[in-house]
């Protein structure tokens, strides 16, 4: 039957989406821990004694996907045991949040652990800088250029705006500890941020020491020998500091100059036949373009898969199907999507194929499935890390982001589906696409030869053979038909019915008179 074809189809479609789903994952996770496994052959082994060295670039926007990434790769790189992790910068900055998470990942490698260092030839600006003082050392081109860690944000018109003092102060008690941690000048690192603070030097016998505004007070109380009126301004009111790399380095912001990356790994006593290249994969690098399309491959998504229902020619299968993969695969990079959130989904989808056509409960299954395929799709838009942790300060912001995505991606489907109803059926190529499908679909039944297409049954009169809710299947003589309600009223089985029209290949009917109770109840038994 043409129904049972559409259903295997279906359900073929969601093993692909979970073949292909989790082939992609574990071939990331091959690609991961290769380094790991087999460094030599992979890599090289290198001379003996030459230290090993992990190589991450970190190229374009800083957001959500670098963040996963830069967390998935160092942990490659710390079960490696590598000596050393050098983190390549080509950047203009990116998200701030995406950019703190990042920060962290890099002050969580242990003390006894590898070495962190970057290297920057051209920009490492804002984000990018940030992160470069999150490390122990950098290595800069006389070429490049570093910092201007500046807070801002564009309105709809494009107009650049700081943000508020109440995120200024934490993104400047965030410098305070990487300088803390690492070694850098404070009050010169709280300057790339700090717009409107004055910088200070203070020449005494003990040395140079650069001041910051906030801190002034504390620090001629500590220095009685300092003079406030002899303190020398260095950057005032609505300057950020940044630094060229000979510059960087004469301020002591910067380890020293390098001409190549080459000579970046022989500083850390290694070459480029020890280096373990933990560059993203092309898959992972189009995860990250299409992460901002998400919640409508989403839609896209269910939208293909009702149009394979209505008008089966496994086109619409085959697009649901890459829409699908990509969708979690976008997700999975990003360390939003895991095994549980696909197996939710698919399950979902299951349940709902297998109410309509196979085991009708009266729609029990198929709200069990909703229900399924919404939590997957919810979850699929939260962190791992948060996602059944109530109780963690960032789980309510993260479920508010989820279930706005996940309403886009709803709004969006529910958009395709009204698309797919009252535009496309009127266009010139969905109704060759429709008649493909109806001459398909009747070509293959038992009894084609006799009936003709589709088409020929308007004004036709059959019985349902199941509940129209509004969409069901319908008989008409010798032949099993896909239907729907005409105005989504519904339909008992075993009403007599009549064809008033074929869209997509499918009959859309009124009913013409409502069964008997004997009748009625033998068609429930029945189904």
């Not at 959500?64 to 910068?89: E, S």
């Not at 993104?171 to 409107?196: I, P, S, Y």
Request: hydrophobic share 50%; glycine share 10%.
């Amino acid at each position: 039957m043409p129904h049972v074809r559409s259903a295997a189809l279906l359900l073929a479609t969601i093993i692909v989406w979970s073949a292909g789903i989790v082939g992609i994952a574990a071939s990331a996770g091959r690609a991961g821990s290769a380094g790991a496994e087999e460094p030599s052959a992979q890599h090289g082994a290198g001379l003996p004694g030459q230290a090993r060295i992990a190589y991450i670039p970190i190229e374009g926007l800083i957001d959500r996907g670098k963040a996963a990434y830069l967390k998935r790769v160092i942990g490659v790189a710390i079960g490696d045991k590598v000596d050393c992790i050098l983190i390549h910068l080509t950047t203009d900055g990116g998200q701030l949040g995406a950019a703190l998470d990042m920060a962290d990942t890099l002050l969580s490698v242990p003390a006894d652990g590898p070495r962190l260092v970057a290297y920057v030839d051209v920009k490492a600006w804002s984000a990018g800088a940030l992160l470069a003082y999150a490390t122990q050392k950098i290595y800069i081109s006389d070429r490049a250029e570093i910092g201007d860690i500046g807070v801002i944000t564009a309105n709809a018109e494009g107009k650049i705006e700081y943000l508020p003092e109440k995120i200024n102060t934490a993104v400047r008690a965030n410098l305070r500890g990487l300088a803390q941690k690492r070694g850098w000048n404070e009050a010169k690192l709280v300057k790339m941020t700090a717009l409107n603070q004055d910088l200070y030097r203070f020449d005494l016998k003990s040395g140079h020491f650069f001041v910051i505004e906030d801190d002034l007070p504390k620090f001629l109380a500590d220095h009685p020998d300092a003079d406030d009126d002899k303190k020398v301004l260095l950057s005032g009111h609505d300057r950020l500091i940044s630094y060229t790399g000979t510059e960087a380095v004469n301020e002591g912001m910067a380890t020293s100059l390098v001409e190549s990356r080459e000579a970046v790994y022989q500083l850390l006593g290694g070459s480029p036949a020890t280096v373990v290249d933990l560059s993203p994969s092309q898959v992972e690098e189009a995860s990250w373009w299409l992460s901002g399309w998400s919640s409508l491959m989403a839609a896209a998504t269910v939208v293909f898969l009702i149009l394979e229902f209505k008008a089966p020619m496994g086109l619409w299968a085959t697009l649901a199907t890459v829409c699908g993969i990509a969708f979690f695969v976008c997700q999975f990079y990003q360390d939003l999507a895991n095994y549980i959130d696909v197996v939710l989904v698919v399950a979902g989808l299951a349940c709902i194929i297998i109410d309509l056509f196979f085991f009708h409960v009266g729609g029990l299954l198929a709200i069990l499935g909703l229900a399924l395929g919404m939590t997957g799709l919810v979850l699929s838009f939260m962190p791992n890390a948060e996602q059944f942790h109530p109780g963690s300060p960032n789980w309510l912001p993260d479920l508010a982001t989820a279930l706005g995505n996940s309403l886009l991606s709803f709004l969006a489907a529910f958009a395709g589906i009204m698309l797919v109803i009252f535009y496309l059926p009127k266009s010139r190529l969905f109704r060759r696409l429709s008649v493909s499908a109806e001459i398909q679909a009747t070509s293959n039944s038992d009894t084609a030869s006799g009936e003709g297409v589709l088409g020929e049954l308007v004004g036709r009169r059959g019985s349902t053979r199941t509940e129209l809710r509004p969409s069901g299947f319908i008989a008409i003589g010798s032949r099993d038909i896909s239907a729907t309600t005409e105005q989504g009223e519904f339909i008992p089985a075993a009403a007599e019915i009549e064809v008033v029209e074929v869209r997509f290949g499918e009959a859309i009917v009124r009913q013409i008179q409502a069964p008997t109770a004997e009748v009625a109840a033998a068609a429930v038994q029945a189904p």
